[in-house]
Nanobody
Framework: QVQLVESGGEVVQAGDSLRLSCVVS????????MGWFRQAPGKEREFVAT?????????YADSSVKGRFTISRDNAKNTVYLQMNSLKPEDTGVYYC?????????????????WGQGTQVTVSS
């Protein structure tokens, strides 16, 4: 059974940086396409970033996060990271890590097979 555990969320000021971590147990993280999603209060969950299975190809949501956020994977630690810089109040939300058995750059929730419980990020102005 695959388990995903996110950590790193906290309350920060606008302009600060945070690094979220997602530890994968059960199989080597490189066996999965990995993604980060987020859900702001009162809104639907949305795609943030993805890193493809078995390679380092990445994709990001549009201008909302591209250039500020970076997804990466450490196979030795079985962990995926989301580095978030220049945080804005609109980045506030619960951030979820997800794992997929499919190949390619996966942007849809339905592409993913496993989900973590989420970690709260709050950016104050």
């Amino acid at each position: 059974q695959v388990q995903l555990v996110e950590s790193g969320g906290e309350v920060v000021q606008a302009g600060d940086s945070l690094r979220l971590s997602c530890v994968v147990s059960g199989r080597t993280v490189s066996n999965y396409g990995m993604g980060w999603f987020r859900q702001a209060p009162g809104k639907e969950r949305e795609f943030v970033a993805t890193i493809a299975r078995f390679n380092s190809n990445t994709a990001y949501a549009d201008s909302s996060v591209k250039g500020r956020f970076t997804i990466s994977r450490d196979n030795a630690k079985n962990t995926v990271y989301l580095q978030m810089n220049s945080l804005k109040p609109e980045d506030t939300g619960v951030y979820y890590c997800a794992a997929a058995l499919s190949y390619g750059l996966l942007r849809q929730e339905n592409d993913y097979n496993y989900w973590g419980q989420g970690t709260q990020v709050t950016v104050s102005s």
